[in-house]
């Protein structure tokens, strides 16, 4: 059974950067597309940034394109580099991730293993 644990979230001063790290255990398939998800309170998830490196492709949501950046290393751990961070990206930020997904994933509902989140709050 497959599990994925975050950390590196907490509270951040506008324009101040974080890295948030996804570690999986279990039996981890090569064939991997894993994400980052948000949800802030009273708004629907949003994936802002997926890899696949299976195909050397990443994606990133509109809102935070050039300013955050998904990368994985060769333990499967995943991170998520944040930078110049806007009271808009607090949320709970959740790592999920999905075996031989044959595409690059956009959509929260197209991960089917999720962790227990961090949260990431950017307030003065």
């Known amino acids: 059974q497959v599990q994925l644990v975050e950390s590196g979230g907490g509270l951040v001063q506008p324009g101040g950067s974080l890295r948030l790290s996804c570690t999986p255990s279990?039996?981890?398939?090569?064939?991997?597309?894993m994400g980052w998800i948000r949800q802030a309170p009273g708004m629907e998830r949003e994936a802002v940034a997926a890899?696949?490196?299976?195909?050397?492709?990443a994606h990133y949501a509109a809102s935070v394109l050039g300013r955050f950046t998904i990368s994985q290393d060769y333990t499967k751990t995943v991170y998520l580099q944040m930078d110049s961070l806007d009271p808009d990206d607090t949320a709970m930020y959740y790592c999920?991730?999905?075996?031989?997904?044959?595409?690059?994933?956009?959509?929260?509902?197209?991960?089917?293993?999720w962790g227990q989140g961090t949260q990431v709050t950017v307030s003065s």
């Open positions: 890899i696949y490196t299976g195909l050397g492709r």
């Open positions: 279990g039996s981890i398939y090569y064939d991997n597309c």
């Open positions: 999920a991730a999905k075996f031989f997904p044959s595409r690059l994933l956009k959509l929260p509902s197209d991960f089917d293993i």
